[in-house]
Structure formats: C-alpha cells, structure tokens
C-alpha cells in the first residue's frame, strides 16, 4: 500500500490541516454581520470604536497569556520558548495602539482603559487561560491561528473601506494596518513552527483550541453594537 512518501503523492502538513480541519469554524466566524459588514466599511463610527474597545480588552491579555503558557510549557515543548518569547518581544504594547486609535476616531480611551469587557471577551481570555493550564499549553497557538488570521483579514479588506465610509483618519487605523502586514509575516511564522509540532496530542490540542476560539471570537464580534441604519452617522 503507498504511503505519504510514495510517488506521485503529496504530503499535508499540520499546518495544512490545522487551515482544512477548521473551515467550518472559519466559516462562521465571517458570516457574523458585524464582520460581514465591516470587511465592506459598512459600519458605523460606533461599531468601530466599540471593536477597538473589546479588542483592547483581549489584546491586552496577548503578552501575559504568552508568558503563561512559557510557564506550562513540559519540558518536552521547550524548544517553543525561543518563539514566545519573539511573540512577546513584537506584540508588547499593542494595546496601547488601540487606545491610540479610539482617540483618533473621537472615543474615549480613558473611559476604555478601566471599563469591562463584554461578557463574550472575558469569556474568550478566560478560555484560554484555563486551556492553557488545564489541558495544554500549546493549544494556545490555535489561538494565535484565529487571532492573527482574523486581524489580517480586517486589514487587508477592511480597514480601507471602514476608513474612506466614516471619513476618519489613517491615525484611527494604527491597530489594523500595522497587524496586516505584521500578522502575514506572523502566519507564514506560524506555518513553520506548527511543522515542528509531531506529537498528534499536541497537534489535536491546537486544532481544538482554533475551533473553540474561532466560536469564541465570532460570539465577541455577535456581540458588538451594530445598527446598520446608523452605519453613516458621524
């Protein structure tokens, strides 16, 4: 019987599998209105500070979520520590990029710093905290994939047509453009270091973590404000 190796044939690779095994999930997430709508700037200037709100609310938590699962990591995973840490290293402060960016759209980020997330993105972080801990640790890269994938897909269909329908600033779209191009270097990166996953474990744990977050993140952007007749208001 021929094998992955034989002639003719082609091997999939985790990261291959990781993309195909949660379509479904990806799916769901881009049928959410208040992402439909948005990756066409068919939102209003509420809605868009409103994301950057609960984004802050989870972005904030990238860096220690990290460093978090450094500290879960077996010793079997070591050899993923080199890459947190240039996670950590490139992601730090991004939080404050979001707040930048609701100055510049006319929110108030000083109101934003000390409120609460929505339930949906505190029911996210603490998701992931707990997987992290409880299950595995590197199901934590599942999240990356949902995350960085998402964010680009925002910027590099989005953040033009958000910006040109509500008429704000390049300077209110920090956050968006600087992940789009951040994030594909990040996904290529990604692809690679997900080839150096072979336990099937660990490859099952991030694939059900991607799942469960692509859901996770589709219910934070349910849960968004989004009234479409005030998509021009000012």
């Known amino acids: 019987m021929p094998n992955d190796m034989s002639p003719g044939l082609t091997t999939t690779t985790f990261f291959e599998r990781l993309v195909r095994d949660t379509a479904d999930e990806q799916k769901l997430l881009l ?41 879960w990591l077996p010793a079997s995973a070591i050899k993923f520590q080199d890459a947190l840490d240039e996670y950590i290293s490139e992601e730090s402060g991004h939080e404050e990029w979001i707040l930048n960016d609701i100055r510049a759209a006319g929110g108030d980020a000083d109101a934003v710093r000390i409120s609460e997330p929505l339930p949906a993105t505190e029911f996210m972080v ?23 994938g998402t964010s680009t897909k925002l910027a590099c269909q989005g953040a033009d047509a958000v910006m040109t329908s509500l ?36 490859q099952d744990a991030i694939i059900y973590m991607a799942k469960r977050m692509f859901v996770l993140f589709a219910n934070v952007f349910a849960s968004i404000p989004h009234d479409t007749e005030l998509m021009h208001e000012s």
Not at 47 to 64: D, S
Not at 127 to 145: E, K, Q, T, W
């Open 167 to 202: 008429d704000l600033p390049r300077s209110a779209f920090t956050y968006l453009f600087s992940h789009g191009a951040l994030d594909l270097e990040h996904m290529n990166f990604l692809a690679t270091l997900m080839g150096q996953v072979k336990s099937s474990e660990d």
């Open 126 to 148: 603490s998701y992931a905290y707990d997987y992290i801990s409880r299950i595995n640790p590197l199901g934590f890269f599942g999240m990356v994939f949902v995350l960085e």
């Open 31 to 71: 049928s959410v209105p208040q992402i439909r709508d948005g990756l066409r700037g068919q939102i209003s200037r509420r809605t868009y500070i409103a994301y950057l709100t609960q984004a802050y609310h989870h972005v904030k938590h990238t860096v220690p979520l990290m460093r978090w699962t450094k500290a």
